[in-house]
């Protein structure tokens, strides 16, 4: 296996070292809905994280990740755990101190290989799947009796304490719970969830990254968290709620002026948002992917224009990609500011729609978009 020989090439022959993945994931559609007590509609995706680990006989964690080559061999002291310079390895750090703390023996080092297929920033959930890949290398080498909803709760305590990102479940959790061609409809409020066979027919899942990077800790996705929390404050006084789910769609046309305009907006989205996922969900199990295709773009066009995290880049990619022959939809996808949207093609027609969004991003935007084509993949695992 290559990740083995790229492990070896580092750190030398191991008879004991272990091979792992642990998936990215998509979001459907159901967009900064998860820290908002609504419903999301995740996969988790071919590309992830993959990771080799051998245990060593000392205290000594030593890292290396292919994708930040010139860091080179960064060491680790389980006995000295601390927050490190660069941010990366802060995923591992925090991951390894969440399970000390809550009781998890942990007490070797180990050689750790890291190589990420997903790119970084893009919106594919690279940090959860390496948070994940952590989870799932610690509970294998140490035997762990770990459930897998608390390593989702520990990822995303990892990203809301450690890293500095207020961010829901929904990444971790479409990433343990996922399901090859299968995509996860959960409950955020009660975490209840059903596994929905996602069956596209003819059409395949196009990825278009803007190439735009962002840092969510530095980003407005913060912003939109504190305005949630401050909507959310205004409604439990003047209406009597207990969460942002109780409000209904009826609700929606009493609530602009309790909530002033910018408040209204976000509350309008979250509402709909999560509306539009309970029919999607409804509309793939009927097989009707024109229905499902129609709500992802209204789920785009929401985000755009009520939650404001859409950008020049993604809505360049999602309103070309709604012009082209065979589309069903399109949308942007993720915190929003930059990252990745997703359009479902029909397969014949990939290759031309790729070409035109590709030369109209680069003609507007004055640099070039990737694209992937993604399947719905399987949870994170050990690699025979």
């Known amino acids: 296996m290559l990740i083995k020989n790229e492990f070896n090439d580092i750190f030398g022959a191991k008879e004991n070292s272990m091979s792992f993945l642990s998936p990215g994931r998509i979001n459907l559609i159901g967009e900064h809905t998860d820290y908002n007590d609504g419903y999301v509609f995740p996969s988790a995706i071919s590309s992830g994280?993959?990771?080799?680990?051998?245990?060593?006989?000392?205290?000594?964690?030593?890292?290396?990740?292919?994708?930040?080559?010139?860091?080179?061999?960064?060491?680790?002291?389980l006995t000295d755990l601390k927050r490190h310079e660069l941010q990366w390895p802060n995923y591992i750090i925090?991951?390894?101190?969440?399970?000390?703390?809550?009781?998890?023996?942990?007490?070797?080092?180990?050689?750790?290989y890291i190589k990420g297929t997903i790119p970084n920033?893009?919106?594919?959930?690279?940090?959860?799947?390496?948070?994940?890949?952590?989870?799932?290398?610690?509970?294998?080498?140490?035997?762990?009796?770990?459930?897998d909803l608390d390593l989702i709760r520990l990822g995303k305590k990892v990203e809301n304490e450690f890293i500095g990102v207020n961010s829901g479940i929904m990444d971790q959790f479409g990433i343990v719970k996922g399901r090859k061609n299968q995509a996860v409809l959960l409950n955020c409020q009660t975490l209840e969830f059903e596994h929905v066979t996602v069956d596209l027919k003819e059409y395949q899942i196009v990825i278009m990254n803007t190439n735009k990077k962002r840092q969510l800790s530095d980003s407005d996705y913060n912003s939109r968290?504190?305005?949630?929390?401050?909507?959310?404050?205004?409604?439990?006084?003047?209406?009597?709620?207990?969460?942002?789910?109780?409000?209904?769609?009826?609700?929606?046309?009493?609530?602009?002026?309790?909530?002033?305009?910018?408040?209204?907006?976000?509350?309008?989205?979250?509402?709909?948002?999560?509306?539009?996922?309970?029919?999607?969900?409804?509309?793939?199990?009927?097989?009707?992917?024109?229905?499902?295709?129609?709500?992802?773009?209204?789920?785009?066009?929401?985000?755009?224009?009520?939650?404001?995290?859409?950008?020049?880049?993604?809505?360049?990619?999602?309103?070309?990609?709604?012009?082209?022959?065979?589309?069903?939809?399109?949308?942007?996808?993720?915190?929003?500011?930059?990252?990745?949207?997703?359009?479902?093609?029909?397969?014949?027609?990939?290759?031309?729609?790729?070409?035109?969004?590709?030369?109209?991003?680069?003609?507007?935007?004055?640099?070039?978009?990737?694209?992937?084509?993604?399947?719905?993949?399987d949870g994170p695992r050990v690699l025979k």
Not at 57 to 70: C, G, K, Q, T, V
Not at 94 to 112: A, S, Y
Not at 121 to 145: H, M, N, R
Not at 297 to 323: F, G, I, P
């Open 49 to 77: 994280t993959y990771g080799v680990a051998s245990l060593r006989d000392d205290s000594i964690i030593r890292l290396y990740s292919a994708n930040f080559a010139e860091d080179g061999i960064i060491e680790l002291d």
């Open 94 to 112: 925090g991951m390894v101190t969440f399970l000390k703390e809550e009781g998890h023996r942990i007490d070797k080092g180990w050689d750790f």
């Open 121 to 147: 920033g893009a919106g594919l959930s690279s940090s959860a799947s390496l948070e994940i890949l952590v989870a799932t290398v610690v509970k294998e080498l140490f035997a762990l009796d770990i459930s």
């Open 225 to 377: 968290q504190k305005e949630s929390a401050e909507a959310l404050e205004i409604l439990q006084r003047e209406c009597g709620i207990s969460s942002m789910s109780e409000v209904t769609l009826e609700m929606l046309l009493t609530l602009e002026e309790v909530l002033g305009e910018v408040l209204f907006k976000r509350v309008r989205h979250i509402v709909t948002e999560s509306a539009r996922t309970l029919l999607s969900y409804q509309a793939l199990n009927k097989g009707d992917l024109d229905g499902f295709g129609e709500l992802l773009n209204q789920s785009h066009r929401s985000l755009r224009d009520d939650y404001e995290v859409s950008c020049l880049e993604l809505d360049t990619l999602v309103e070309t990609a709604w012009k082209q022959t065979g589309v069903l939809g399109a949308r942007m996808m993720g915190a929003g500011f930059g990252g990745c949207s997703m359009a479902i093609v029909r397969e014949e027609n990939v290759p031309e729609f790729i070409k035109i969004v590709r030369a109209n991003y680069k003609e507007r935007v004055g640099y070039d978009a990737d694209f992937y084509i993604e399947t719905i993949g």
